[in-house]
């Protein structure tokens, strides 16, 4: 019975944030959906990955997401959809109604007789997963680098830009007779359209 | 009904609703959490087919990678989203076809 209350509480959850109107909420039920995930998973006896999917999923992502809704705003955009809702239900439901038929009931086929631990299963087994993960993981660190250095980059474009323009008036009249616009000729319109894309 | 056949309409109920989700909304961060919702599905799935064959603990460890993939998917979705309502001024999905033929 508590399995049938902690799936109805998941699947609630997760309709509520898709179909909320703010981003904030969303955010938050993401997590109730992560939280309530990780209870079910417990109770299917993986208390590894529930602790991982309690810590990561409702802990780190819900912390991106605000972070993320925080920097970006919160736009809306509920008025207009990409199809109409009567056409997009019965797609899940045509969806789910063939996956259910190939997947239910689904029945335990018995435990194996000396299955090995989590951790060698991990580390052994599945060795190559975990140099995925690595190649993964940095794979992330380096997108995001690249993606805030190019925020950074442009930022100190314009600084500096500010700055040639403040110091450009000053170096003219503290010239001795030799005006500084000789010396460095002034971009052209092209240029400086290279320099701020 | 057992528990893995309730966890397994859970499955079901997540893909949906995670399906449905990219299939309604515009909005960039919005995609990005229908997309957690159906890794979630993923998640509880492959832990179900392990339990129901015997091998828990290889689920685990499917699991764990799928876990790493889903938080590096979120992490850079979210920069980009970011990085599109900083360039654009929108976080719809329609204002990135500008390059359209």
């Known amino acids: ?197 | 009904m057992s528990a893995l056949n309730w966890v397994t309409l859970g499955v079901l109920g997540l893909l949906g609703a995670g399906l449905y989700g990219l299939l309604i909304t515009r909005n960039l961060i919005k995609v990005v959490i229908a997309l957690q919702i159906l890794v979630k599905g993923a998640l509880l799935a492959l832990v179900a087919a392990g339990q129901a064959s015997g091998q828990i603990n290889l689920g685990q460890s499917l699991a764990v990678t799928v876990i790493v993939a889903d938080t590096v998917v979120a992490v850079v979705g979210l920069a980009l989203a970011v990085q599109v309502k900083r360039l654009v001024g929108t976080l719809d999905v329609k204002a990135l076809s500008n390059l359209r033929g």
Not at chain 1, 5 to 12: E, K
Not at chain 1, 38 to 48: K, M, T, V
Not at chain 1, 56 to 76: K, N
């Open chain 1, 1 to 197: 019975m508590i399995d049938a209350v902690l799936v109805a509480g998941t699947v609630l959850c997760a309709v509520r944030a898709i179909r909320a109107t703010q981003l904030l909420s969303s955010a938050l039920w993401l997590a109730g959906v992560s939280a309530l995930a990780s209870i079910l998973l417990y109770r299917l006896g993986a208390p590894q990955i529930a602790v991982i999917e309690l810590s990561v999923g409702a802990g780190l992502v819900t912390v991106l997401f605000v972070f993320a809704i925080s920097i970006a705003g919160d736009d809306g955009l509920t008025e207009r959809e990409f199809l109409p809702n009567w056409l997009a239900l019965g797609l899940i439901a045509l969806f789910a109604g063939l996956l259910g038929w190939m997947i239910l009931p689904l029945e335990e086929t018995g435990v194996a007789a000396a299955e090995a631990t989590f951790e060698s299963v991990l580390w052994s087994d599945r060795a190559l997963d975990v140099l995925v993960q690595i190649v993964l993981i940095f794979s992330g660190v380096l997108c995001l680098v690249t993606l805030l250095k190019e925020r950074h980059t442009s930022a100190q474009q314009q600084a500096l830009a500010g700055r040639e323009e403040r110091e450009r008036p000053s170096a003219a009249v503290s010239g001795n007779g030799h005006h500084p616009q000789a010396a460095v000729p002034d971009p052209s319109p092209a240029e400086v359209e290279e320099i701020h894309a």
